[in-house]
């Protein structure tokens, strides 16, 4: 399917209109937030089925996985924002920590940044684009998302609908491909949020930092699991292979690879060839619930690391066909540590990579000398085993015993780390990365005698009053720093005090 582009010639307008907008205050005012939230679950829902042909077209997702991947986290997201948006933008009282705020108010009010460029990815071309949309509408913001031209049939889906739904005096879409983002890129926005790879998202930041405007970057890597002795096998490869074969394998916090202890490398490989074939049959390639390689680009990528590899043996799976885009659930064990093709750039795709260790030393120090990834995946039941691989690495968030639900989990910030990403979202955190935090302190003109020791003429009598008001006092501060060691002394003091005065009641 071809995109729609849309006119370069309307870029700066959009840019202008929205600016303008934004200053005249109208997108800040709660009842316009809270409408355009009504009206993008209003375009979500009524067109639910409409979606769903789009993304199935884009490819091949099947209908649950665009439920949960796609529409149920934006209908979610906007229930939450209606039913939260008065907490959110209420004053937070600071109980101030000197003598400046003693005569006077402190708080800290969140405000919105102004206008914001949201660039979506074609994965979950929905939740990703819309998501972030929410929380920036109801930050008080104006918007321009431009949606990822790798799905078109989506993208075209969302510029058709997104005019009659929501107010285009604020909110704005884009369409067209990689001369679109950079024309976009070379406009002043004051924020930029961007989901992608992490190639494109240090190109957002050099064209963000022309105009010291602050990004979002939500980007992936190769998420590791690891797998310790102990665990029940049979689920451990039926949570991995769900979260590797979720959208085709096609999520930036897909399990990119297995580290497996030696000894599980066997019953592994045979239990997840009885689990592909008992969700996808025989043929996956018949099965209706395995998607399909969003492009021929993306296909060939995949396919490449699959030919070119330097070690492993495909013991499942291994079939494509580029007509279709299809790659079989593939599995890959026997890789080494220091293969470069396979264990290189993250996959994003429907192959599974397995290396084993003998030592989980070994398979810390694997993951330690890679990048920091957006996700970490630990199939353990030792406590000591899971403390040391979350104290010891770094990763943009970690799930115990399963993969990929804890980004389905809007209570909990989601975002990367190094080169997997800076910056959060989801929930109050999209509130508050699309806001400013305004401090905000009020003063009464009153009781200025109080103030004559802060001007000048500055003497020592002033200055020993400052002191004395300003700075802890070293008995408070050596109180302070062994307070654990005084409440202990404190407490004996008193228990023995009440035995002395027991004793004595004996006598």
């Known amino acids: 399917m071809v995109l729609k582009h849309t006119s370069f010639d309307t870029l700066e307008d959009s840019v202008s209109v929205l600016r303008g907008t934004f200053l005249a205050g109208t997108s800040r005012e709660l009842r316009w937030r809270r409408l355009n939230i009504e009206r993008i679950h209003d375009m979500v829902k009524e067109n639910e089925e409409k979606f769903y042909d789009a993304l199935a077209k884009d490819m091949g997702k099947p209908r649950l996985e665009a439920f949960t991947g796609d529409i149920n986290p ?61 929380g920036a509408i109801a930050a008080g913001n104006t918007v321009i998302i431009k949606p990822s031209e790798i799905a078109p049939h989506t993208a075209n889906l969302l510029a058709d609908l997104f005019p009659t739904y929501v107010d285009s005096r604020m909110y704005r879409i884009v369409n067209g491909g990689v001369d679109a983002a950079t024309a976009l890129l070379a406009q002043r926005f004051d924020h930029i949020f961007y989901t992608g790879s992490t190639n494109v998202g240090k190109i957002v930041m050099q064209a963000a930092a022309k105009n010291v405007t ?60 009885s689990t592909v074939t008992k969700w996808f049959g025989a043929n996956p390639k018949l099965s209706g ?34 007509e279709t885009r299809y790659i079989a659930p593939t599995l890959i064990t026997g890789v080494s540590p220091l293969e470069s093709v396979l264990m290189g750039d993250e996959i994003f795709g429907p192959v599974l990579p397995v290396i084993a260790y003998r030592h989980l030393d070994e398979a810390l120090a694997y993951i330690s000398s890679k990048e920091a990834p957006l996700a970490l995946y630990i199939f353990s039941k030792n406590k000591q085993a899971i403390e040391r691989l979350t ?13 990929m639900v804890h980004q389905a989990e809007y209570a909990l910030p989601f ?18 990365t699309f806001s400013h935090e305004r401090p905000i302190m ?25 002191r004395m008001v300003l700075s802890t006092h070293p008995v408070v501060y050596y109180y302070k720093l062994r307070r654990a060691g005084f409440r202990f002394h404190i407490s004996f003091a008193v228990l023995l005090l009440l035995f002395l005065r027991y004793r004595r009641s004996l006598m």
């Not at 009020?442 to 009053?465: G, I, W």
Request: net charge positive; proline share 4%; glycine share 10%.
């Open 74 to 134: 934006v209908l979610e997201e906007c229930v939450y924002y209606l039913d939260n948006l008065d907490r959110l933008v209420k004053d937070k009282k600071i109980k101030g920590r000197n003598g400046a705020a003693a005569s006077g108010t402190t708080v800290v009010r969140k405000e919105a940044l102004g206008l914001v460029l949201i660039l979506g990815a074609w994965n979950f071309p929905v939740q990703l684009t819309l998501v972030p949309l929410i």
């Open 214 to 273: 602050p990004v979002t970057l939500e980007l992936g890597g190769k998420s590791p699991a690891i797998v310790t002795q102990g665990v029940n096998l049979n689920t451990v490869v039926q949570r991995i292979a769900w979260g590797k074969f979720f959208n085709g394998g096609q999520a930036c916090v897909a399990p990119d690879y297995v580290l497996l202890h030696e000894s599980l490398v066997e019953p592994f490989t045979q239990a997840f060839k």
């Open 289 to 322: 619930h395995f998607a399909r390689m969003v492009s021929e680009r993306h296909f060939d990528h995949v396919a490449r690391l699959i030919a070119e590899r330097e070690s492993g043996d495909v013991v499942v799976g291994g079939d494509m066909d580029r």
């Open 391 to 403: 104290t010891t690495t770094q990763s943009g968030g970690v799930l115990i015993n399963d993969t």
């Open 415 to 432: 975002g990367g780390v190094g080169h997997s990403g800076m910056g959060k979202y989801h929930g109050d955190k999209s509130f508050e």
């Open 442 to 466: 009020q003063k009464n003109l009153r009781m200025e005698v109080f103030n004559s020791f802060r001007y000048p003429p500055y003497t020592s009598r002033k200055l020993s009053t400052l």
